[in-house]
């Protein structure tokens, strides 16, 4: 699995986007991705130019709502990382309309993506993230200041520009993050390091990953007040061998993203790959080797044709995460929360969510923290922290504050919430973009 430090986050817009979809050139129609199965809606892909000086361009994939496009809003959604591809991982991992085949060469309906709900645009930012590229080399240099960390920056941009404006504004629906949302849900972000780090060595204890002793000693010996990434070496020499030893203990066959899940071995799918073998190895119900057989296809000469992809033929592979970007280290210090009391002050939604397997940026930072920042908007609590229903079945726990700062976990999810629980975070997501509170009773929702 991919290193992501601030993660997806999603902004809903309320925006026609009909059959013309007067937004997209008609020369960057998706006719068919190969081994794609039959659909009934269209796509899109291909580059957007932001600076033509400096010959710097960001590559885009957009999915038809499947019916009713015209009636339903567009969703945008950022991968993090930084310098991780959207389309890679939101488009054809999480949420969009299909899945790579086993074998690497072919594709697979996703039956819970979220274009059942929503118009879906994915961009790959900023250049030099997957196919979005820079003639110039000092774009490869950059920071929240030009990319966002990712949604609240931008959204704070676009709320900075509605302010400013006598004309045209954009109208915010919602924000979510997954474990951070604008009314957005943000999904197992980073927010505040100082919580978020010191979460991920209490759920390594309260999951049995680590000893009493070893969990001790970094709550113990570890201060991590005013934490950053780039003074984690100022940490006491006892603190620092405490984490090791935790990091060690963990080591490298569990996947942190989702502790349940089990691990791919790369250098058996990627042999298996070659000799066109179907590779799908499950776990839960899940492949786990999806990102390898990802990584083939996008690879594929076929299928960046047929996306209009790769244009200038760049010299090195489509890969998850970029290896080309400098992506500004202190940004990863940047405290979120202030940005999204900004947002909320706007009255625009928050959803912040949290898979509840998820030990990289685990639900019990990102829940202390919604709490603080409802407790600094002076909000109160609308709904009580209890369990949403779906089919019958818990699918996690929620939250609300004020009407506009809802947390809500996904049982049995991953720091990829819909990779890893597809029904119950298309679930989440429908009740996000329709307003609706998270079913409260097994009875069916009226959406």
Known sequence: MECFRWQYLI??????????????????????????????????????DIDVKTGRSLFYYFAEADGDADEKPLT?????????????GGAFTELGPFFPRGDGRGLRINKKSWNKVSNLLFVESPAGVGWSYSNSTSDYNSGDESTGHYIPQLANVLLDYNHHSSGFMFKIKGIAVR?????????????????????????????????????????????FEDYTFSGAHNMSKSCNEAIEEANT????????YDVILDVCYPSIVEQELRLRKYVTKMSVGIDVCMSYERRFYFNLPEVQQALHANRTKL???????SGVLNYSDADGDINILPLLARIVKNKIPIWVFSGDQDSVVPLLGSRTLVRE??????????????????????????????????????????????????????????????????????YPPID
């Open 11 to 48: 902004i809903v817009a309320v925006m026609v986007v009909g059959k013309e979809v007067g937004g997209f050139p008609e020369e960057d129609l998706v006719a068919r991705l190969p081994g794609q199965p039959k659909v009934g809606f269209a796509q899109y892909a291909g580059y957007v």
């Open 76 to 88: 945008l959604w950022l991968n993090g990382g930084p310098g991780c591809s959207s389309i890679g």
């Open 179 to 223: 474990s951070v949302a604008i009314s957005r849900p943000i999904g197992n972000p980073l927010l505040k390091l100082d919580r978020d780090i010191p979460a991920t060595y209490e759920y390594f204890w309260s999951h049995g990953m680590i000893s009493d002793e070893i969990g001790l000693r970094i709550m113990s010996e570890c201060d």
């Open 249 to 256: 203990v963990v080591g490298d066959y569990i996947n942190a």
């Open 315 to 321: 010299p090195y592979p489509w890969s998850m995460c």
């Open 373 to 442: 920042l409802a407790h600094d908007l002076q909000f109160g609590v609308t709904v009580p922290y209890s369990v949403w229903f779906y089919k019958g079945q818990v699918g996690g726990w929620v939250t609300e504050y004020g009407k506009l700062l809802t947390f809500a976990t996904v049982r049995g999810a991953a720091h990829m919430v819909p990779y890893a629980q597809p029904a119950r975070a298309l679930r989440l997501f429908t009740s996000f973009v329709h307003g609706h509170q998270l079913p409260n009773s097994t």
